[in-house]
């Protein structure tokens, strides 16, 4: 009778350490699912600009709705010599330059982005080479979307458009200042005209003393 309650003593233990066991690994389940649920969506449209000899622009979106507060991401040659990772948090800054790259060198990256509930899925691979330094210089006029290019393409608009402005205005005034020493000259020539007439005008001929053979004859 005693050995009976023992082995029933034995199985309540058994059974409610088996209970335990499965509410803590179903706490565990939920608490993962949870996290899970609460992470961010990994990031969008991972592209690589202003490519150069020893830095690169990373730049990608985050999906609408999403509360992240940073990002983390890998960065790695092609060729496995060389790996590194990049962490920022409390940002909301969707670009990164990375620098100290190696010309002429392949290399893969990939962005997460960083929640309150832990860190996102990976994005895709995105793979991109770095430029020569010999082709450094070139690849800086013709690169577009630069905003350096841009600039100096739009300064020289401007400089251009200001030359336009600048020789259109003088020939302006030039023009004025012709057509004003035009009109002097012909108002200058008409008052010179009617004073040399009024200087000449003829006298009466009643008051004209007429001359004849050396003798002076009286009017007639």
């Known amino acids: 009778m005693q050995e009976f309650g023992s082995d029933c003593e034995v199985q309540l233990i058994t059974d409610v350490t088996a209970s335990a066991d499965s509410s803590l690994l179903?706490?565990?389940s939920c608490h993962i699912c949870l996290s899970?649920?609460?992470?961010?969506?990994?990031?969008?449209?991972?592209?690589?600009?202003?490519?150069?000899?020893?830095s690169a622009?990373?730049?990608?979106?985050?999906?609408?709705?999403?509360?992240?507060?940073?990002?983390?991401?890998?960065?790695?040659?092609q060729d496995g010599l060389m790996q590194r990772f990049i962490r920022e948090i409390n940002t909301t800054s969707r670009a990164c330059v990375?620098?100290?790259?190696?010309?002429?060198?392949?290399?893969?990256i990939q962005v997460q982005s960083i929640g309150l509930h832990g860190e996102s899925q990976a994005s895709k691979r995105v793979h991109f080479r770095t430029l020569e330094k010999s082709d450094h210089f070139q690849s800086n006029?013709?690169?577009?979307?630069?905003?350096?290019?841009?600039g100096l393409d739009i300064s020289r608009h401007l400089q251009t458009g200001e030359m336009l402005i600048i020789t259109t205005v003088l020939l302006m005034w030039a023009a004025v200042i012709a057509l004003f020493c035009?009109?002097?000259e012909?108002?200058?020539?008409?008052?010179?005209?009617n004073h040399?007439?009024?200087?000449?005008k003829p006298l009466s001929a009643h008051s004209t003393p007429d001359y004849h053979n050396g003798g002076l004859l009286g009017n007639k």
């Open 26 to 28: 179903l706490l565990i």
């Open 36 to 54: 899970e649920a609460n992470r961010p969506a990994a990031p969008v449209n991972v592209s690589v600009t202003h490519l150069r000899a020893n």
């Open 57 to 77: 622009t990373i730049s990608w979106n985050v999906p609408d709705g999403e509360a992240v507060i940073g990002y983390a991401i890998s960065q790695q040659r």
């Open 98 to 108: 990375l620098w100290d790259l190696d010309e002429n060198t392949d290399y893969i």
């Open 141 to 150: 006029m013709v690169a577009q979307g630069d905003p350096s290019v841009e």
């Open 182 to 184: 035009r009109q002097y």
């Open 186 to 193: 012909i108002i200058k020539d008409n008052d010179s005209n």
């Open 196 to 200: 040399t007439k009024e200087k000449t």
